[in-house]
């Protein structure tokens, strides 16, 4: 989504797309009794917030506009709009999978206000018109903000740089080839340099494929019973630490995502440990599921990184407790139903998530666990990402777009794939019982979804 950059306050308003939101701007709002957590400022409290013209204010004036709307929030969380930095939206060449419209209603509904688009559409988003082309359609199509990563690599190939500068230009805010993983690490590092120069944060997807080879699960005791290609936690591992060592050399931020490997956590933690620029966002399904998921040959289940063992999943929360994991995403990835109704090893990889990944989260993080409170969840939601992508987002600071989440902390509920506003119905959650939900997603001031 382009920005339009104001002098007025330390925030950029960002434009508002035309699909679920007006032109006009929104009316007064005064939201009331909710409890206002902004991990931004530090601020956990029982409070009243207005809005007007689509940007926070603060605390209502003494006189409110006679078109004031309230909302009361009794019981209610409220939050700066969540951000999933990690959303296949498979356009274009696969709207048969998922389309802008529906994949950003499908965020909505769980509670986003900003997504970003992952680049491993049909053709790639690898030059300034695809860049170009994509914006058109988030301005035509969109719920919620769309931000654009960029390709490394022209073609997702991993060969050769594609026109980083250019893209920039044209209108992204991160660079990765997600799907697939640049294996030359000269290309690696000479991107990381490249994008130095811009202060543009680089994404990657960590997968050796060599080590990898044909692998369609997690290489244990579950492949080797099933008879399946095993795909081992080194083949993440090895180019985690790659990744370490360049960013050491190049003295450049990079961020792994999607991180699902004991092994990747503890050389996480030791870079953590040394100072260096690594962050790290991980996975709702690499927490709730093992490799055992797949005995029975689901492919709803194949994923890649693959799931792994119990503990893998241990080594995760840690990672999660002690910091060395800040971002949460989904790695939302739609596929048809004939597409994951095939063998196994001919299936695609990937599971949808944007509708229940806050939920899956809270339930095992904060309810069955207790790992973390409200407060340090957000935050992986709202202003971790937001400092990574360098958007001025994530905090309900005065001046800021008003994009707010409303979350029911302990509202019960199972998630049906049949009542997904995803085109895809390909989730690991069908029939999963949550505790917490986002019951309504406001961009700009104005209510983009509401639980009925």
């Not at 601020?43 to 207005?50: M, P, S, T, Y």
Request: with cysteine.
């Amino acid at each position: 989504m382009s920005q339009i950059h104001s002098n007025s306050s330390p925030f950029s308003p960002l434009q508002v797309l035309p699909l679920a939101v007006s032109s006009k701007p929104a009316p007064p709002l005064l939201i009331r009794n909710g409890r206002i957590i902004d991990p931004a400022n530090q601020r956990d409290e029982i409070a009243d917030l207005f809005i007007q013209s689509g940007v926070i204010i603060g605390d209502p004036p003494a006189k409110l506009p006679t078109e004031t709307q309230t909302l009361d929030a009794s019981g209610l969380i409220v939050a700066p709009g969540l951000i999933d930095i990690h959303v296949h939206l498979r356009e274009p060449g696969a709207p048969h999978k998922e389309t802008i419209e529906s994949g950003t209603f499908a965020a909505a509904a769980g509670g986003f206000t900003s997504v970003l688009a992952m680049p491993n559409t049909s053709p790639p988003c690898d030059s300034p018109a695809a860049v170009m082309w994509l914006l058109q359609r988030i301005l035509q199509k969109s719920s919620v903000r769309v931000f654009i990563a960029g390709a490394i690599t022209k073609s997702l190939a991993g060969e050769e740089l594609a026109p980083i500068g250019s893209m920039l230009k044209a209108g992204i805010v991160a660079i990765t080839d997600d799907g697939h993983c640049v294996q030359n690490h000269e290309v690696m590092r000479r991107a990381l340099e490249y994008a130095s120069m811009f202060q543009l944060p680089v994404l990657d997807h960590c997968q050796d494929y060599n080590l990898s080879a044909d692998g369609v699960m997690h290489e244990g005791q579950w492949s080797l019973r099933l008879g399946l290609q095993g795909w081992p936690r080194i083949a993440e591992e090895v180019i985690v630490a790659r990744n370490i060592l360049l960013a050491e050399l190049c003295s450049t931020p990079i961020h792994i995502q999607h991180v699902s490997s004991a092994g990747s956590v503890r050389l996480l933690r030791e870079a953590s440990a040394r100072k260096l620029k690594i962050t790290a966002e991980v996975c709702p399904h690499h927490l709730w599921f093992t490799d055992e998921k797949l005995q029975n040959f689901d492919s709803t289940f194949k994923v890649n990184p693959p799931l792994r063992e119990r503990h893998d999943i241990e080594a995760l929360l840690e990672a999660i407790v002690e910091g060395t994991i800040t971002i949460f995403a989904s790695d939302h990835a739609p596929h048809a139903n004939y597409e994951k109704e095939v063998e196994i090893d001919h299936a695609p990889f990937g599971m949808t998530g944007l509708e229940t990944e806050l939920a899956a989260f809270a339930t095992l993080l904060i309810h069955r666990e207790r790992a973390i409170d409200w407060p340090r969840l957000i935050a992986c939601y709202t202003v971790n990402p937001a400092r990574l992508l360098k958007l001025n987002l994530g905090t309900l600071t005065a001046g800021a777009p008003a994009d707010l989440t409303l979350i029911s902390p302990n509202l019960r509920w199972t998630f049906d794939r049949n009542q997904s506003f995803s085109l895809s119905k390909n989730t690991p959650f069908h029939g999963c019982e949550f505790v917490g939900r986002a019951v309504q997603t406001i961009v700009a001031g104005r209510t983009i979804w509401k639980l009925l």
